[in-house]
């Protein structure tokens, strides 16, 4: 399972269903790092090598460009339904060896 770091936005359902899933989620506020940039969510994850996890697509695509050697960045498209955005996550995540270096999208269905 992965270690996962949570921005500060990522819906807590959604980090509470993951962890029944056997991922270790950690969010922004509970390392005491609320209000901090991207570019410190992401050094935070890679000082504590886990892969972040976002909804904030666009501000960390750029990372990735910029700051390639990282632990994953899993961004998401924003779904209201929590059950199936969690489902979607655990499934893209199971399906890689490994997240280092790497992003990984997970796209809503469309309709």
């Known amino acids: 399972m992965a270690n996962l770091y949570a921005d500060e936005q990522f ?4 980090v509470k269903l993951l962890r029944t899933s056997g991922h270790n989620v950690l969010t922004v506020q509970e390392a005491g ?3 901090g940039s991207d570019p410190d969510v992401l050094a935070f994850a890679v000082s504590n090598e886990r892969s972040v996890l976002t909804q904030n697509r666009r501000d ?4 990735h ?3 390639p050697l990282h632990n994953g960045i899993i961004v998401c498209t924003d779904d209201k339904n929590l059950e199936r955005l969690a489902t979607r996550i655990n ?3 199971s ?3 490994s997240l280092k270096c790497k992003l990984i999208r997970v796209n809503r ?3």
């Open 65 to 67: 460009i910029q700051q």
């Open 33 to 35: 790092n609320a209000g």
């Open 91 to 93: 499934e893209a995540i």
């Open 11 to 14: 819906p807590l359902p959604v």
């Open 95 to 97: 399906a890689e060896e």
């Open 109 to 111: 269905p469309q309709r």
């Open 60 to 63: 960390f695509m750029q990372l």
